[in-house]
């Protein structure tokens, strides 16, 4: 496979024909002189092809594609001068300067390419709403864009050409390839030209602008969740989208990537990506009220800015770790949490937090997981292995899987009633690389223990397959390979009516089906998207994990759990400082405590910690009545109405008939804060 091929092989073998095709051009010699050339066009096929990463190493030498092309056809024509003779230079002029005009249309193709490209660069990105006002259009060929690309594929045919006269002296064969080159080019530079008159180019940056306005005044949204991160960070802002869809009013997304825009899961909720701060700064004249922020980035404080806004932190997961009260939230007008164990963390840590507007909304993200229905029922107890990652700070309490992942999954795979779920955090081994090693032995004892089981394995009726295609259509949009973010634009209009609830649908389909075409003995090792999180702990009768949200988060279902300790701190001191692991079984680094830990969780009478659990429960995430979604809303509905009344005591001239109406559970606030209410 050429990916497997080593670079430095590829580099050398690169250096080595431009030096043959010296030798060959000088000597002359037209055997070498073809293979020569054929070799360095091969090469650059595969470092084009399968090895884009070498380009910019050969670019910081400064040779690039461009010198790598001229030296290879200078060479040629050096070699056609030295076998024609003296007395031909004058029949060769044409074809020279044919190919300096090719040279020459390929620096007018990249001119205008760059002005193509800024005038589809619109300062807005949007999903879920119609754009077309502003005349998106699809992108031009991925050819006419990457310069590399398009040099070797355009200047092939005159290579060619070059190559058959320096073999048969005929010179036709050189203005033939040159022609075909020549055209290609021009063909290209006029369909890029094309895309530069005024009717069409997309909306330019003010048109745009004034596009923006007029849609923010429509929709009038009343809530919005805002988010910025980096590539691997989407999870966080994806595990509140189906919460904030149910919401009353008229949510929104604002992003500030412009790559963001396809990361986000599916939703039906309109998206604006709003990567200028000139622009997000258009917010504050819109019907927006509250912004809920499930991380804290640099650009969070930009949006903060705006006095028109109330904001709100909601996190992306709670644990008992020191990123669950960062002394940034205190920048924010409201922090939710999932219950009273939070707010307690808040108010131990003292990082500027008051009690008074901490809100406990529970984690509506939850209603997804299935309680407690009893012990294992089938032939094989599943447990759940997932670990969290190795954190910024070095803290071996972050993740066991450095020090106790191999003996944790040994322990549970020795029992031979025991099915293994192996759910390891993306980002493990991100900053540790000894993380990352011992993620890869523990998948190879997972996989070394299948080899060793055997049974029955459920037929393949096509179900699964059926069922990928359905999911994989509604909640993706096909695009061109060429397509650029306002061909995208394009593609992911307004959605189809009830496509929301087909997805819902669809992806408790792909789940059942999912389950149903793996064997019941076999352990797996479940990575990517599918099946999430909350389904593994569906699919579960334990989790073993660490001092993370994953343990807050199963909480709700009820079940036993064990949390490995890893911090170096006895038992004791260690669920004193950690109270997530107050309800768990405690499992040091050696892993000793499993058999008995099974036990427990296959015998109710074994289970000293159920009410512990129950307690804990409700403590991490707060009642079960009103559901979280319920508080959720009823969060969002009096937060915006306290900040319609801040809004009206900034800006008295403002009608309060001209902002949204609160919903029901706002008013109701509303009211009984009146004086004889």
Not at 7 to 18: H, K, N, S
Not at 285 to 292: D, G, K, M
Not at 494 to 518: F, K, M, N
Not at 524 to 546: A, E, H, W, Y
Request: with cysteine; aromatic share 6%.
């Amino acid at each position: 496979m050429p990916r497997s091929i080593p670079r430095p092989l590829l580099a050398a073998t690169l250096v080595g024909a431009f030096c043959a095709l010296a030798v060959a051009a000088l000597r002359p010699h037209v055997p070498l002189l073809i293979a020569a050339t054929v070799v360095c066009l091969a090469v650059e096929g595969v470092l084009y092809r399968w090895q884009r990463g070498m380009l910019s190493v050969f670019a910081k030498s400064h040779l690039d594609i461009t010198v790598r092309h001229v030296l290879r056809d200078l060479l040629l024509v050096v070699a056609l001068l030295r076998l024609g003779g003296q007395d031909r230079e004058s029949a060769y002029t044409p074809l020279v300067g044919a190919l300096l005009a090719c040279y020459a249309l390929h620096c007018a193709i990249q001119a205008a390419s760059v002005l193509v490209r800024r005038t589809r660069t619109l300062p807005v990105l949007t999903r879920n709403i119609d754009a077309s006002a502003l005349r998106l259009s699809a992108a031009p060929l991925l050819l006419l864009r990457r310069p590399g690309d398009r040099l070797l594929a355009y200047g092939l045919p005159a290579t060619a050409g070059l190559l058959a006269t320096a073999a048969t002296a005929d010179r036709r064969w050189a203005a033939l390839g040159l022609a075909l080159s020549l055209g290609l080019a021009v063909l290209g530079l006029c369909d890029l030209l094309l895309r530069l008159l005024p009717g069409r180019r997309p909306a330019g940056e003010r048109e745009a602008l004034e596009w923006l306005d007029r849609w923010l005044a429509e929709y009038r949204p009343t809530v919005g969740l805002y988010f910025s991160g980096g590539t691997s960070s989407a999870y966080q802002a994806n595990m509140w989208l189906e919460p904030l869809a149910r919401l009353e009013g008229r949510p929104l997304i604002v992003l500030r990537e412009r790559f963001m825009v396809q990361k986000l899961a599916a939703t039906d909720v309109p998206v604006l990506c709003l990567p200028k701060v000139s622009t997000l700064m258009r917010l504050e004249q819109s019907t927006l009220r509250v912004l809920i922020h499930p991380s804290n980035s640099g650009k969070t404080s930009q949006v903060l800015r705006i006095p028109t806004l109330l904001h709100t932190f909601v996190n992306h997961g709670e644990s008992d770790k020191l990123s669950s009260c960062n002394p940034y939230a205190k920048a924010y007008d409201e922090v939710w949490v999932a219950g009273p164990a939070a707010r307690e963390r808040y108010a131990q840590a003292e990082v500027g937090v008051e009690d008074k507007d901490v809100v406990e909304i529970g984690r509506p993200q939850l209603d997804a997981v299935q309680p407690y229905s009893g012990p294992p029922a089938g032939a094989y107890t599943t447990a759940l292995y997932a670990p969290t990652w190795e954190g910024w700070d070095g803290n071996p309490g972050n993740t066991s899987v450095i020090e106790a992942g191999e003996n944790v999954v040994r322990a549970l795979l020795a029992d031979p009633k025991v099915r293994l779920l192996y759910k390891p955090h993306p980002l493990t081994g991100s900053v540790d690389p000894r993380a990352g090693a011992a993620d890869l032995r523990i998948r190879e004892l997972i996989r070394a223990a299948n080899r060793e089981r055997s049974g029955a394995r459920p037929a393949d009726d096509g179900e699964l397959a059926r069922r990928t295609v359905e999911l994989d259509r509604l909640t993706s949009t096909g695009f061109r390979a060429a397509a650029d973010q306002t061909e995208r634009m394009l593609a992911q209009s307004t959605p189809e009516p009830g496509r929301a609830r087909a997805v819902a649908e669809a992806t408790a389909a792909w789940e059942d089906a999912y389950w149903a075409s793996l064997p019941e003995w076999e352990h797996q090792i479940v990575i990517g998207v599918r099946p999430t999180l909350f389904s593994c702990f569906n699919r579960s009768d334990l989790l073993v994990s660490d001092v993370s949200s994953v343990v807050s988060d199963f909480m709700a279902s009820g079940k036993p759990y064990a949390v490995a300790n890893t911090s170096g701190l006895a038992e004791d001191v260690f669920r004193k400082t950690f109270p997530t692991v107050r309800a768990a079984t405690v499992l040091a680094p050696d892993a000793a405590g499993v058999p008995e830990l099974l036990a427990s969780v296959r015998d109710p009478e074994k289970d000293e910690l159920a009410r512990a659990r129950a307690e804990l429960k409700r403590h991490l995430l707060g009642p079960d009545e009103p559901a979280a979604q319920e508080r959720f809303n009823t969060a969002v509905q009096q937060l915006c109405w306290t900040a319609q009344e801040r809004r009206a005591r900034l800006i008295p001239e403002q009608r309060l008939s001209d902002s949204p109406e609160p919903g029901p559970a706002a008013a109701s606030s509303a009211a009984s804060a009146e004086p004889g209410a």
